[in-house]
């Protein structure tokens, strides 16, 4: 498996960015998609977006398309997720996860196809 850790959650107002990173470790790390996922109160685990194994091909939940973008440095070990546009309706925990298959070819948005996750860190969208 792969160790996760995210940061970068904040407190902020509508309208603002955001970045939030997530450091991995462990092995093949660099080989499997990442994903990030958010949960709000009260309800389910959500795709929000992921990114193949090179950086190269990326997937977003049409409620985050085209204010978020999802990127990887896996020369740093690191995935972020830059959200712009914010509104309190992206009010979660966000998760970032580890796809189980290595180089698996085509991004999977179900939450049982990532193997490790982290501890998630809270995003806050109010005035």
């Known amino acids: 498996q792969v160790q996760l850790v995210e940061s970068g959650g904040a407190l902020v107002q509508p309208g603002d960015s955001l970045r939030l990173s997530c450091v991995a470790s462990?092995?093949?790390?660099?080989?499997?998609?990442m994903g990030w996922f958010r949960q709000a109160p009260g309800k389910e685990r959500v795709f929000v977006a992921a990114?193949?194994?090179?950086?190269?091909?990326?997937s977003y939940a049409d409620s985050v398309k085209d204010r978020f973008t999802i990127s990887r440095d896996n020369v740093r070990d690191t995935v972020y997720l830059q959200m712009n546009m914010l509104t309190p309706e992206d009010t979660a925990v966000y998760y970032c996860?580890?796809?189980?298959?290595?180089?698996?070819?085509?991004?999977?948005?179900?939450?049982?196809?990532?193997?490790?996750w982290g501890q998630g860190t809270q995003v806050t969208v109010s005035s």
């Open positions: 996860a580890a796809d189980s298959q290595p180089l698996r070819v085509a991004l999977t948005t179900t939450p049982s196809s990532y193997d490790s």
């Open positions: 462990g092995r093949t790390r660099a080989l499997r998609a």
């Open positions: 990114v193949d194994w090179s950086g190269s091909s990326t």
